[in-house]
Each structure stands twice: as C-alpha cells, then as structure tokens.
C-alpha cells in the first residue's frame, strides 16, 4: 500500500468565479492547469486539492441528487493550521469574505478550532492540534496534563 496518497475533494458551487474570489481571499491558490469555465482546482497542500466544479458538471459525476449544502450538511471538511493564532486568522478571513459561522469555538487546550459555512454552505474546519498531542495521542496527551 502507497505511504502517500494524493486526496482530491469535488465540491459543487453555484458561482464558480466568486469562490475562486472567496477562497483566494483565504489563501489558497489555483492550479489553472486544471481551472476551466466549468471548474477549478484548488490547491490545499502539495498532496490535497479541491475541485470546485459548477453544479451542472458537479452532477455529471454521479447519479445521486447533488446535494445543498445550504439545507444539509453532505461533509465537514478540515484543514490545519499551524497555530492557534492561524486558526483565527483563516476563520477571520473567511468570515470577512461572506462566510458564516458555523459554531462556536472548540478549544480543548491541546486542541483549537473554528468553522465556517463556505459561500455555497460547505461546512469548513480550520484546526490546531498541539504536536504533543499529535505524537501522543489526544487522550494520553489530556492525561499528562493533569
């Protein structure tokens, strides 16, 4: 079994052109190699990418009802963030971009995160997690700390 796989995530949106804005506000870039009139190819991480494909060619890949994130919650999608400062920078960014927010803030201790309702409803995650606790595992990490 590979020990790195590469993870592309499709997302339908109804205005292609104003969640490239969006998330291009957030940071992230777009490989135009793959970035046509009807998608685009959101670059994560050198090993996770998101398609935002336009509903109509959303719908050519699957035989299911595309689902709308505005009533339903279809996935929740998670990204790191190297801080917990990171964190709030994405999350504020995102909500200054027209996001919603999702939740209140999870804050664990070793553990921080904030989410958002993306333009289109996706439901976002931006999380830090103490390495500590990424070597330990969360639950023995909590125990070391009382």
Same mark, same amino acid.
């Given at each position: ?5 590469? @993870?592309? @995530? ?65 996935? @929740? ?70």
């Amino acid at each position: 079994m590979p020990t790195s796989r590469l @993870i592309f @995530i499709n997302l339908p949106v109804a205005d292609l052109h104003a969640s490239m804005a969006f998330f291009g506000k957030l940071g992230f870039a777009f490989d135009e190699k793959f970035t046509d009139e009807s998608c685009a190819c959101m670059v994560v991480s050198d090993q996770a990418y998101v398609m935002l494909l336009h509903r109509d060619r959303f719908a050519d890949f699957t035989t299911k009802q595309v689902a709308d994130a505005t009533t339903a919650t279809e996935s @929740i999608l998670c990204v790191s963030a190297e801080s917990r400062a990171d964190v709030d920078q994405l999350a504020d960014s995102a909500l200054a971009a027209g996001a919603a927010t999702a939740g209140d803030p999870m804050d664990h201790g070793f553990m921080y995160g904030r989410s958002f309702h993306d333009l289109d409803g996706h439901l976002w995650e931006v999380m830090w997690m103490d390495q500590a606790a990424v070597e330990a595992g969360p639950s023995e990490f909590a125990g070391q700390q009382a």
